[in-house]
């Protein structure tokens, strides 16, 4: 039983455009949600964060949605560089109390091209 | 430098000979945790810790053990190595102190049992 979805494993989008990458959850207690970047032969690194508490969260040229009726979010990335392209992992937290795991999705593989 | 090392990066065995990956991390997190990512999988929690001498299963803890016996280092043990143990692992570490679960990730060390 997967509770957090990224149903699209790939998306390419040209250099300069929009990129939308989106995530469903299923489990309404989680409260926290993040978005990780994975190049190859790295460890993931933390891209933006959003609380439930919000439904929008902006970061540079980053952009996280978050609805909580609908149990989704998604991270928009305008203008898409080349260097984003990479592995982007969708994941949810329940509140924090120090045993609780990030629960990840599948990840959705970006290609920007010039 | 804030970081997550593990050790070794790359390692090629053979089924049923122990192994152990190291994890060190320098930010004096209370919490570390260790993943698996495969094709189409994403990542899995296998273990992790809430402090030393605190730790507890993930979602696929067989076939692995885990020690916590200083807040920094977070070995994974592998008793007896099988192909299907074949991944690539990550550590990762994070602190409550801002109430969120922001986990920080080493580089990965990929496993290959033969």
């Known amino acids: 039983d997967q509770q957090v979805k990224q149903n699209s494993p790939s998306l390419s989008v040209q250099e300069g455009r929009i990129s939308i990458l989106n995530c469903d959850y299923t489990n309404s207690m989680f409260d926290y949600f993040l978005w990780y970047k994975k190049y190859p032969a790295e460890g993931p690194t933390f891209l933006i964060s959003i609380s439930s508490i919000k439904d929008k969260n902006e970061d540079g040229r980053f952009t996280v949605f978050l609805n909580k009726s609908a149990k989704h979010l998604s991270l928009h990335i305008v203008p898409s560089q080349p260097g984003d392209s990479a592995v982007y992992f969708c994941a949810a937290s329940l509140p924090f109390s120090g045993n609780t795991p990030l629960v990840f999705g599948k990840g959705t593989r970006l290609s920007v091209i010039a | 430098e804030a970081q997550v090392t593990q050790n070794p990066r790359y390692l090629i065995t053979v089924t049923g000979k122990k192994l152990t990956v190291t994890c060190s991390q320098n930010?004096?997190?209370?919490?570390m945790s260790w993943y698996r990512q495969d094709p189409g999988l994403g990542l899995r929690q296998i273990y992790y810790s809430m402090n030393v001498e605190v730790t507890d299963k993930g979602d696929v803890p067989e076939g692995y053990k885990v020690s916590r016996k200083e807040k920094r280092n977070f070995p994974l043990i592998l008793e007896s190595p099988s192909p299907n143990q074949t991944s690539l692992y990550f550590c990762a570490s994070s602190y409550s102190g801002n109430g969120y679960n922001e986990q920080f990730f080493g580089p990965g060390t990929r496993l290959t049992v033969l």
């Open positions: 930010m004096n997190h209370e919490y």
